[in-house]
Protein backbone atom coordinates (compact mmCIF):
# COMPACT_ATOMS: atom_id res chain seq x y z
CA UNK A 1 0.00 0.00 0.00
CA UNK A 2 1.19 3.29 -1.09
CA UNK A 3 0.06 6.13 0.90
CA UNK A 4 1.51 9.85 1.58
CA UNK A 5 0.50 13.38 2.51
CA UNK A 6 -0.28 15.65 -0.31
CA UNK A 7 -0.75 19.61 -0.08
CA UNK A 8 -2.52 20.07 -2.99
CA UNK A 9 -4.69 22.45 -4.48
CA UNK A 10 -4.66 21.16 -8.26
CA UNK A 11 -6.31 17.74 -7.08
CA UNK A 12 -9.90 16.55 -6.14
CA UNK A 13 -11.21 18.23 -3.46
CA UNK A 14 -8.13 19.17 -2.02
CA UNK A 15 -7.52 22.85 -1.23
CA UNK A 16 -4.56 24.17 -0.27
CA UNK A 17 -3.27 24.26 3.14
CA UNK A 18 -5.03 20.65 3.93
CA UNK A 19 -3.21 17.16 3.95
CA UNK A 20 -5.10 14.04 2.28
CA UNK A 21 -3.98 10.50 3.09
CA UNK A 22 -5.81 7.70 1.75
CA UNK A 23 -9.05 9.39 1.87
CA UNK A 24 -8.43 10.75 4.90
CA UNK A 25 -8.37 14.93 5.41
CA UNK A 26 -7.11 16.57 7.89
CA UNK A 27 -6.66 20.21 8.53
CA UNK A 28 -2.91 22.01 7.67
CA UNK A 29 -0.10 23.10 9.72
CA UNK A 30 -0.50 25.41 12.72
CA UNK A 31 -0.23 29.28 11.14
CA UNK A 32 2.42 31.33 11.14
CA UNK A 33 2.11 34.17 14.03
CA UNK A 34 3.58 36.58 15.90
CA UNK A 35 6.31 34.58 17.93
CA UNK A 36 7.09 33.29 14.48
CA UNK A 37 8.02 36.72 13.63
CA UNK A 38 9.67 37.39 16.33
CA UNK A 39 12.24 34.90 15.92
CA UNK A 40 12.25 35.45 11.99
CA UNK A 41 13.38 38.88 13.70
CA UNK A 42 16.40 37.47 15.63
CA UNK A 43 17.50 35.62 13.22
CA UNK A 44 17.75 38.63 10.43
CA UNK A 45 19.50 40.57 13.66
CA UNK A 46 22.57 37.77 13.56
CA UNK A 47 23.63 39.33 9.82
CA UNK A 48 24.95 42.72 9.15
CA UNK A 49 22.47 45.57 8.43
CA UNK A 50 21.89 45.11 4.47
CA UNK A 51 22.74 41.64 4.12
CA UNK A 52 19.67 40.14 6.13
CA UNK A 53 18.79 38.47 3.19
CA UNK A 54 21.20 35.85 4.39
CA UNK A 55 18.94 35.00 7.03
CA UNK A 56 16.71 32.89 4.65
CA UNK A 57 18.39 29.29 5.01
CA UNK A 58 17.86 29.21 8.31
CA UNK A 59 14.21 31.18 8.62
CA UNK A 60 13.36 28.16 6.25
CA UNK A 61 14.61 25.85 9.22
CA UNK A 62 12.02 28.38 11.06
CA UNK A 63 9.00 27.81 8.97
CA UNK A 64 9.97 23.66 8.82
CA UNK A 65 10.05 23.99 12.95
CA UNK A 66 6.52 25.23 13.18
CA UNK A 67 4.95 23.81 10.15
CA UNK A 68 6.49 20.89 9.37
CA UNK A 69 7.72 21.66 6.06
CA UNK A 70 8.09 24.72 3.40
CA UNK A 71 4.07 25.86 3.19
CA UNK A 72 3.27 28.33 0.50
CA UNK A 73 2.67 30.63 3.48
CA UNK A 74 6.15 30.15 4.44
CA UNK A 75 7.83 30.83 1.49
CA UNK A 76 5.29 34.23 1.53
CA UNK A 77 6.37 34.62 5.23
CA UNK A 78 10.29 34.67 4.09
CA UNK A 79 9.50 36.96 1.12
CA UNK A 80 8.27 39.79 2.79
CA UNK A 81 9.98 39.39 6.14
CA UNK A 82 13.85 39.74 4.10
CA UNK A 83 12.28 41.85 1.61
CA UNK A 84 12.59 39.62 -1.63
CA UNK A 85 10.23 37.60 -4.09
CA UNK A 86 8.49 34.34 -3.35
CA UNK A 87 10.13 32.95 -6.60
CA UNK A 88 13.63 33.37 -4.97
CA UNK A 89 12.65 31.61 -1.82
CA UNK A 90 10.83 29.04 -4.00
CA UNK A 91 14.06 28.80 -5.66
CA UNK A 92 16.49 28.16 -2.57
CA UNK A 93 13.75 26.15 -1.13
CA UNK A 94 13.39 23.82 -3.96
CA UNK A 95 17.08 23.55 -4.12
CA UNK A 96 18.01 22.22 -1.27
CA UNK A 97 16.95 18.66 0.06
CA UNK A 98 16.79 19.38 3.46
CA UNK A 99 13.81 22.07 2.83
CA UNK A 100 11.02 19.75 2.70
CA UNK A 101 7.90 20.64 0.21
CA UNK A 102 5.15 18.18 1.30
CA UNK A 103 4.41 17.44 5.45
CA UNK A 104 7.23 15.32 7.30
CA UNK A 105 6.58 13.11 9.20
CA UNK A 106 8.08 13.29 13.42
CA UNK A 107 11.23 11.18 12.44
CA UNK A 108 12.64 11.70 9.22
CA UNK A 109 14.38 8.42 8.04
CA UNK A 110 17.27 8.57 5.41
CA UNK A 111 18.93 5.89 3.84
CA UNK A 112 22.55 6.61 2.21
CA UNK A 113 22.45 5.05 -1.51
CA UNK A 114 25.20 6.55 -2.42
CA UNK A 115 28.28 4.50 -3.84
CA UNK A 116 30.06 3.10 -0.50
CA UNK A 117 26.62 2.18 1.51
CA UNK A 118 25.20 1.14 -1.75
CA UNK A 119 27.51 -1.37 -2.21
CA UNK A 120 27.97 -2.33 1.43
CA UNK A 121 24.12 -2.64 1.45
CA UNK A 122 22.61 0.53 1.85
CA UNK A 123 20.14 -0.61 -1.44
CA UNK A 124 19.05 -3.64 0.90
CA UNK A 125 18.24 -1.57 3.41
CA UNK A 126 16.24 1.19 1.66
CA UNK A 127 14.03 -1.83 -0.26
CA UNK A 128 13.56 -3.06 3.93
CA UNK A 129 12.14 -0.10 5.19
CA UNK A 130 10.67 1.18 2.41
CA UNK A 131 8.52 -2.56 2.04
CA UNK A 132 8.00 -2.35 5.52
CA UNK A 133 6.51 0.65 5.62
CA UNK A 134 4.61 0.74 2.44
CA UNK A 135 5.91 4.36 1.84
CA UNK A 136 8.55 5.66 -1.45
CA UNK A 137 11.09 8.30 -1.49
CA UNK A 138 10.14 11.32 0.50
CA UNK A 139 6.61 9.89 1.45
CA UNK A 140 5.29 9.53 4.69
CA UNK A 141 3.28 6.82 7.11
CA UNK A 142 -0.49 7.33 7.04
CA UNK A 143 -0.10 8.04 10.49
CA UNK A 144 2.16 10.68 9.90
CA UNK A 145 4.52 9.66 12.19
CA UNK A 146 7.51 8.24 9.47
CA UNK A 147 8.93 9.65 6.13
CA UNK A 148 11.62 7.93 4.31
CA UNK A 149 14.04 9.11 1.98
CA UNK A 150 16.95 8.11 0.05
CA UNK A 151 20.28 10.36 0.25
CA UNK A 152 23.22 10.45 -2.07
CA UNK A 153 25.91 10.38 0.10
CA UNK A 154 25.62 11.31 4.47
CA UNK A 155 28.97 12.44 4.21
CA UNK A 156 29.77 9.08 6.90
CA UNK A 157 31.30 6.94 3.93
CA UNK A 158 33.63 5.34 6.67
CA UNK A 159 30.70 3.99 9.09
CA UNK A 160 29.10 2.70 5.62
CA UNK A 161 26.33 1.95 5.16
CA UNK A 162 24.50 4.64 7.19
CA UNK A 163 21.03 6.19 8.20
CA UNK A 164 20.16 8.43 10.21
CA UNK A 165 16.81 9.81 11.46
CA UNK A 166 16.47 13.86 11.93
CA UNK A 167 20.18 13.54 10.52
CA UNK A 168 21.83 11.86 14.12
CA UNK A 169 23.36 8.98 12.81
CA UNK A 170 23.15 5.38 13.05
CA UNK A 171 26.42 3.60 11.54
CA UNK A 172 27.02 0.38 10.01
CA UNK A 173 23.52 -0.42 9.39
CA UNK A 174 21.80 -3.69 8.18
CA UNK A 175 18.54 -4.42 6.96
CA UNK A 176 17.62 -5.64 10.34
CA UNK A 177 18.77 -3.10 12.59
CA UNK A 178 17.78 -1.13 10.49
CA UNK A 179 14.16 -2.14 10.75
CA UNK A 180 14.68 -2.46 14.79
CA UNK A 181 15.33 1.35 15.12
CA UNK A 182 12.27 2.08 12.77
CA UNK A 183 9.90 0.05 14.96
CA UNK A 184 11.28 1.18 17.65
CA UNK A 185 10.46 4.52 16.73
CA UNK A 186 6.74 3.41 15.96
CA UNK A 187 6.65 2.11 19.36
CA UNK A 188 7.13 5.77 20.83
CA UNK A 189 11.00 5.17 21.84
CA UNK A 190 13.78 6.91 20.79
CA UNK A 191 16.56 4.63 19.89
CA UNK A 192 20.12 5.97 21.00
CA UNK A 193 22.09 7.29 17.52
CA UNK A 194 25.69 6.19 17.34
CA UNK A 195 27.40 9.27 17.78
CA UNK A 196 26.06 12.64 18.27
CA UNK A 197 23.21 14.32 20.05
CA UNK A 198 20.19 12.06 20.98
CA UNK A 199 16.88 12.61 19.20
CA UNK A 200 14.57 14.79 18.63
CA UNK A 201 11.82 15.16 16.34
CA UNK A 202 12.05 16.81 13.12
CA UNK A 203 10.48 20.21 14.00
CA UNK A 204 12.80 20.13 16.92
CA UNK A 205 15.76 19.97 14.82
CA UNK A 206 13.90 22.03 12.63
CA UNK A 207 14.17 24.77 15.43
CA UNK A 208 18.48 23.57 15.98
CA UNK A 209 19.34 24.15 12.47
CA UNK A 210 17.59 27.43 12.55
CA UNK A 211 19.93 28.44 15.29
CA UNK A 212 18.66 27.67 18.55
CA UNK A 213 20.73 25.21 20.88
CA UNK A 214 19.31 21.86 22.09
CA UNK A 215 17.73 23.14 25.25
CA UNK A 216 17.96 19.30 26.89
CA UNK A 217 20.04 19.27 29.67
CA UNK A 218 23.61 17.26 28.34
CA UNK A 219 22.73 17.55 24.81
CA UNK A 220 24.85 19.84 23.52
CA UNK A 221 27.72 17.81 24.29
CA UNK A 222 26.71 14.94 24.04
CA UNK A 223 28.30 12.91 20.60
CA UNK A 224 32.21 12.19 20.61
CA UNK A 225 33.74 11.61 17.21
CA UNK A 226 33.85 8.23 16.22
CA UNK A 227 37.24 6.09 15.72
CA UNK A 228 37.58 6.13 12.17
CA UNK A 229 37.10 9.88 11.67
CA UNK A 230 39.78 10.52 14.46
CA UNK A 231 42.14 7.89 12.59
CA UNK A 232 43.67 9.85 10.32
CA UNK A 233 44.25 12.89 12.59
CA UNK A 234 45.97 10.35 15.17
CA UNK A 235 48.55 8.74 11.83
CA UNK A 236 49.56 12.72 11.10
CA UNK A 237 49.63 13.47 14.64
CA UNK A 238 52.25 10.39 14.95
CA UNK A 239 53.89 10.82 12.22
CA UNK A 240 54.54 15.01 12.79
CA UNK A 241 52.44 14.96 9.78
CA UNK A 242 51.06 18.72 8.62
CA UNK A 243 49.71 20.89 6.14
CA UNK A 244 52.67 22.12 4.55
CA UNK A 245 53.82 25.67 5.47
CA UNK A 246 50.02 26.60 6.83
CA UNK A 247 49.89 29.22 9.66
CA UNK A 248 47.01 29.14 11.16
CA UNK A 249 46.63 32.70 11.44
CA UNK A 250 46.85 33.38 7.89
CA UNK A 251 44.38 36.01 7.17
CA UNK A 252 41.57 35.02 4.84
CA UNK A 253 42.21 37.39 1.22
CA UNK A 254 38.80 39.43 0.34
CA UNK A 255 38.16 39.34 -3.03
CA UNK A 256 38.42 43.12 -3.40
CA UNK A 257 42.08 42.62 -2.44
CA UNK A 258 42.58 39.64 -5.39
CA UNK A 259 40.92 41.61 -7.92
CA UNK A 260 43.17 44.43 -7.36
CA UNK A 261 46.50 42.50 -7.51
CA UNK A 262 45.10 40.66 -11.22
CA UNK A 263 43.55 38.02 -9.34
CA UNK A 264 47.20 37.01 -8.63
CA UNK A 265 47.65 34.32 -5.76
S1 LIG B 1 28.36 6.84 0.59
FE1 LIG B 1 27.06 6.71 2.31
S2 LIG B 1 27.84 8.21 3.64
FE2 LIG B 1 29.05 8.46 1.88
Same mark, same amino acid.
Request: charged letters at 25%; glycine letters at 10%; a negative charge.
Given at each position: ????????????????? #? =? +?? $?????????????????? *?? #???? +??? +????????????????? #??????? $????? %? *??????????????? @?????????????????? %??????????? &???????????????? #????? !??????? @?? %????????? =?? @?????????? &????????? /?????? $??????????? %???????? /??? !??? &???? !???? $?????????? !????????????????????? +??? *??????????
Amino acid at each position: MMATHNVRGDEGNVREG #E =V +RD $EGRTTSGPPPLTDATREK *AR #EIMA +RYP +RGRERSALLPMLHLVQS #EQGYITP $EGIAF %C *AEMLGITKAQVAAVS @TFYTMFKRRPTGDWLVSV %CTNTMCGVLGG &DKIYKTLSEYLGVGHD #ETTPD !GKITLEH @TE %CLAACDYAP =VM @TVNYEFFDRM &DPDSALEVV /QRLQNG $ERPTPTRGARL %CTFREISR /QLA !GWA &DDRE !GAVG $EGRAGEPTLA !GNRLAERYGISVAGFDPSTPI +RKA *ADAAEKGGSK
